[in-house]
């Protein structure tokens, strides 16, 4: 390997990159994932470290990144105590790194990693600070989930308050002063690609085509995409409670106009039986109602979360990490 070749002293002025893999039951990935990752980076005038988040995985996955560990100290294990969500593997892996870049690759290997040169050509050539990937292709997915993940970036970018980028996912690259803004929010409700793009710095996107997955099976079901969408809008927008606003000053004023018309056509001798319509008048008031408690419930809840102070991630074990890190 190159890293082996150089001199300690020559390798102590190489830049160090940190390369953050969150992972979930992957086992059947992982001898792929070391082989397309190294042969990526060894070639690469960097330093690099790999920082594998298992989230709690039921299968072999510890064991096989653990034995990596062991035949190259560049290779980072920590499990958590149970699955914290892939948000918090990215917070986790963000706040271990050492790299001077820090770089999140998903261990499923559908976001391929010939894409990181572009990444690290960017950040120093270019002098950006945040380079994110942009998938233009998603091979392998059905043509519904692709669209309905379509639909969810565009909605999520139309109700930020800051701009996020579309079909932008966590695959990028960050400076480590970045990492450092991002280590000063303390949020519990995170959406990562939303906190990244709300700290601003020079921000740059590269296109790429998403692979389709070889091995394993995806842990993401369909409604993990309605409940994606529903965390990043409310995490980064009120607009949700502002519609509301409005649509209830716009039904007060329908009800007004009704009454003067009710009012009318009393006064000329022709009142509308109208039953059937004040019953799906009252059920479409009634619904409209119960969704409107049910947003500004979810950002009680939310709040009730943060008050809370709980730890974001409970790490059950690490190997190749200080325990005071």
């Given at each position: 390997m190159l890293s082996n070749v150089l001199?300690?002293?020559?390798?102590?002025?190489?830049?160090?990159?940190?390369?953050?893999?969150?992972?979930r039951n992957e086992s059947a990935n992982i001898a792929r994932l070391e082989q397309e990752l190294l042969a990526i980076t060894d070639i690469l005038p960097y330093d690099f470290e790999f920082i594998v988040i298992d989230n709690a995985?039921?299968?072999a996955t510890g064991t096989m990144v653990k034995a990596l560990c062991v035949r190259d100290p560049r290779w980072k294990y920590i499990r958590f105590s149970r699955n914290f969500s892939v948000e918090m593997s990215m917070t986790a892996g963000?706040?271990?790194?050492?790299?001077d870049a820090i770089i999140v690759l998903y261990s499923d290997l559908q976001d391929p990693p010939n894409v990181i040169p572009r990444f690290?050509?960017?950040?120093?050539?270019?002098?950006?600070?945040?380079?994110?990937?942009?998938?233009?292709?998603?091979?392998?997915d059905p043509q519904w989930r692709n669209f309905l993940v379509k639909i969810a970036y565009r909605l999520i970018a139309a109700m930020a308050d800051v701009r996020i980028p579309t079909d932008a996912g966590d695959f990028r690259l960050i400076t480590r002063r970045v990492r450092d803004a991002l280590e000063k929010v303390g949020e519990y409700n995170r959406y990562m690609r939303g906190l990244i793009a709300w700290l601003g710095f020079k921000q740059?996107?590269?296109p790429y085509e998403r692979q389709a997955r070889k091995a394993g099976k995806s842990s993401a079901p369909f409604w993990s995409i309605f409940f994606f969408t529903f965390n990043a809008i409310t995490s980064?927008?009120?607009?949700?409670?502002?519609?509301?606003?409005f649509i209830g000053f716009g039904i007060i004023g329908l009800a007004m106009l009704g009454i003067l018309l009710y009012i009318s056509l009393y006064v000329i001798g022709y009142p509308p039986p109208g039953i059937t319509t004040l019953i799906v008048l009252s059920f479409l008031g009634i619904g409209l109602n119960s969704l409107g408690i049910?947003?500004?419930?979810?950002?009680?809840?939310?709040s009730?979360?943060?008050?809370?102070?709980?730890?974001?991630?409970?790490?059950?074990?690490?190997?190749?990490?200080?325990?005071?890190?």
């Open positions: 001199s300690p002293h020559i390798q102590s002025l190489r830049e160090l990159i940190t390369i953050v893999i969150p992972a995985s039921t299968d963000y706040h271990f790194a050492k790299g690290i050509e960017q950040w120093k050539a270019g002098g950006y600070d945040v380079v994110y990937g942009v998938r233009t292709v998603r091979t392998g740059i996107g590269i980064f927008s009120l607009k949700p409670l502002r519609i509301f606003t049910g947003i500004l419930g979810e950002y009680i809840g939310r009730y979360s943060e008050v809370k102070h709980r730890p974001l991630y409970v790490i059950e074990e690490q190997v190749g990490l200080s325990v005071l890190e």
